[in-house]
């Protein structure tokens, strides 16, 4: 037997075993009649509760206006030298997908042209589309597949649409519903990783056979150019091109979430690149591929490339296959982080990001090598790059904080200089506030950056009420970020905001990422724990006053937090969460996931998450915090069943809690504006009543 089938038959049978022990399997049923119905009553119980609070409508009021406000700032998305963007307001609940030109985006009112109505689409065709994005052929770029999903799940639709007759192509290319990828081979073809039927989607359900699908053939005809393997993550098809037009396609194996081999589609087939498993290409600048690395890099026994560097590597030579010689654009230090990376006509543009504290940096081929400058932007802010086009050197970058409004400005590539183009009205009242970064100390030592936004003149005396939160895996950095609603429903008001830059995430690189892997993972939640205990400690709140929230693995989060260290929090939000972690593999797409979690059919893993998974740590005599427990029944990526199961567990138990499940948002907090500015209304709701009241 062989060892993948081994693995597999082991994670089948503990699975089977767990599952033995589980009253609540029916709530894995995501669209039952009997699910549905004991959804319908948890909604109701909890609707009545907190819609009914005399604050709830006008705070569901105050999100909605943010949410709908129609002088938000259109997010500039750069194609063929026009800007196009996807827009939602009160009058188009599913959104307007327009376009302008470069020079009229920079005017206050742009004359927007409308390319495709999601509402009167969604009304002819009886469904409720959810905007998904747009992937258009890189060369002609008026030609872009449309991904649309029903309801909000991850599986959607693609289709052809032609923007410059602002209509579907008829008998173009038309990919019925899947969790699919596609690339443009060129403007006749297609590179597509989808459902092809039984025995072609992985145990985290996604594809891993790539076809080739040319103009005018049906799915069934399409040619297959490569296979992975069904214990893959995923294999997913890619496409760049530079400014003189290269263009290089290829596809991403995903062996697990964080190793990816990287092959490119040669005239005699696919050529897998000699780059490291964690790395992840970035773009095509002058015939060399921009990556970006997640591991250190030793070639031929010379001194190795640190892990979260850029690099650059000849498309050719990579394309033979043979051994590379990378050229390093940045290496970073231990307290930065390299947020993004995308590239413009002549250089290459990274959000970076010291000790939390983001910058926006420019990289120039040059004849001695790489020389990099620095985009002059505001200190002590989030950086994120928006868009570049590769037929120049134009980009749009964003910058924020906690409380300084959105800010748009054009950046010149080719001179390093950047310029104010569009910025959003204060959506609070900020006078008498004040962001200071702190750091507290973990159970190991580490220090733990944090912010917290708060009157200037709070009382130290642990009165203040105060939400606390954060994300801690993935490598994802929390950053920075104009906390419109937080400042709004909840600032003004008295009530403080933190965040916590906790190990998991990716604000100093892979290796704060790489400490809480694992069977390491108890590291994430002792440096929140200490996050927590700190601001305790310098009395801007106290135990009483402390609530805490986050979401997907966030809402893994605050479950094991809540059952570790009930004696922190007075509430608990838990949304679209992670809690079940024995059976994780067998839901929605959990088995994707084991490079972060690890593999129960790990004796290792399986006691780690035996003592820690919140779902099974529960116990009947806890005292707990009364948690808020927040899901979507379309989510079709973390899935709702995890909150559904903790949430009768509770039942069982004769635990207080408060359980909601949105109907449609898939992996999100509504499907609309309105849906989302009820969530938040009704999350902010539910910490009034036990912070503040």
Not at 489 to 503: C, D, H, S, T
Request: aromatic share 10%.
């Amino acid at each position: 037997m062989g060892f993948l089938r081994a693995l597999a038959l082991g994670t089948v049978l503990m699975a089977t075993a767990a599952a033995a022990d589980d009253p609540y399997l029916w709530l894995e049923q995501v669209s039952s009649r009997r699910s549905l119905e004991w959804v319908e009553a948890e909604n109701a119980r909890t609707l009545a509760a907190f819609e009914k609070d005399p604050r709830y409508g006008g705070l569901f009021a105050d999100a909605l206006r943010i949410a709908e406000a129609t002088d938000r700032i259109p997010t500039p998305d750069l194609v063929g030298g026009d800007v196009r963007n996807f827009w939602q307001d009160a009058a188009h609940v599913r959104g307007l997908w327009r376009t302008t030109t470069l020079a009229d985006y920079s005017n206050a009112a742009p004359a927007w042209r409308t390319l495709l109505d999601l509402d009167a689409l969604s009304a002819a065709e009886h469904a409720n589309w959810v905007w998904h994005g747009a992937t258009c052929e890189p060369a002609e770029e008026h030609l872009c597949l449309l991904a649309l999903s029903d309801g909000g799940e991850d599986a959607d639709t693609l289709r052809e649409f032609d923007t410059g007759r602002g209509a579907f192509v008829e008998g173009g290319f038309d990919l019925s519903r899947s969790k699919q990828q596609a690339a443009w081979e060129s403007p006749q073809s297609l590179l597509v990783a989808r459902d092809w039927g039984p025995g072609t989607m992985t145990a985290s359900g996604y594809a891993f056979v790539v076809k080739r699908l040319k103009r005018g053939q049906h799915l069934d005809q399409a040619t297959e150019i490569f296979r992975g393997q069904p214990s893959d993550v995923a294999v997913q098809p890619f496409a760049v091109m530079d400014g003189a037009g290269t263009r290089m396609v290829g596809f991403d194996r995903g062996i697990s979430f964080f190793e990816t081999e990287h092959y490119l589609l040669t005239p005699g087939g696919p050529v897998k690149i000699a780059a490291p498993l964690k790395s992840s290409i970035a773009g095509l600048l002058g015939g060399k591929l921009i990556m970006q690395l997640a591991q250190d890099w030793t070639i031929d026994g010379g001194a190795p490339i640190a892990a979260g560097s850029i690099v650059a590597i000849d498309a050719a030579e990579a394309a033979s296959g043979r051994s590379l010689t990378p050229q390093v654009l940045f290496t970073p230090t231990a307290r930065q982080s390299v947020d993004e990376v995308t590239v413009t006509r002549t250089a290459v543009l990274a959000a970076i990001y010291d000790n939390v504290r983001g910058r926006a940096m420019r990289f120039t081929p040059q004849a001695d090598g790489w020389h990099a400058s620095r985009i002059d932007l505001p200190d002590n802010a989030s950086v994120a790059i928006l868009s570049t086009d590769r037929r120049s050197d134009t980009a749009f970058i964003r910058s924020a904080n906690y409380l300084t409004p959105t800010t748009v400005w054009r950046a010149d590539g080719a001179a390093a200089k950047a310029t104010r183009i569009k910025a959003l009205a204060p959506r609070f009242d900020s006078a008498g506030l004040v962001t200071e970064q702190f750091e507290a100390t973990s159970k190991d030592g580490t220090k733990i950056p944090y912010f917290v936004t708060h009157r200037k003149d709070v009382k130290l005396d642990g009165s203040t009420p105060t939400i606390l939160t954060a994300y801690g895996g993935f490598q994802v950095s929390i950053t920075p970020n104009y906390a419109a609603v937080y400042g709004k429903l909840w600032m003004e008001r008295g009530g403080a905001f933190a965040v916590a830059n906790i190990r998991g995430g990716g604000e100093f690189g892979p290796a704060w990422h790489e400490a809480a892997l694992k069977t390491n993972r108890q590291r994430t939640y002792d440096d929140f724990a200490a996050v927590g205990e700190d601001l305790i400690a310098r009395r801007i709140t106290s135990a009483r006053r402390l609530g805490i929230t986050g979401g997907s693995n966030g809402g893994l989060l605050m479950g094991v937090e809540m059952i570790q260290r009930p004696d922190l929090w007075h509430a608990v939000n838990i949304d679209v969460p992670l809690l079940d972690m024995i059976r994780i593999g067998q839901i929605a797409a959990g088995a994707s996931w084991a490079g972060e979690y690890g593999d129960v059919a790990d004796p290792q893993v399986r006691a780690f998450w035996d003592r820690t998974s919140p779902y099974q740590a529960l116990r009947r005599d806890g005292r707990y915090p009364e948690p808020y427990i927040f899901t979507t029944t379309k989510d079709d990526r973390v899935g709702p069943v995890h909150a559904r199961k903790f949430a009768a567990r509770m039942k069982e138990y004769g635990l207080p809690y408060y359980f909601y499940e949105n109907t449609e948002g898939g992996h999100s907090e509504g499907a609309n504006l309105k849906q989302s500015a009820r969530t938040e209304a009704l999350r902010i709701v539910y910490f009034t009543r036990k912070l503040m009241d």
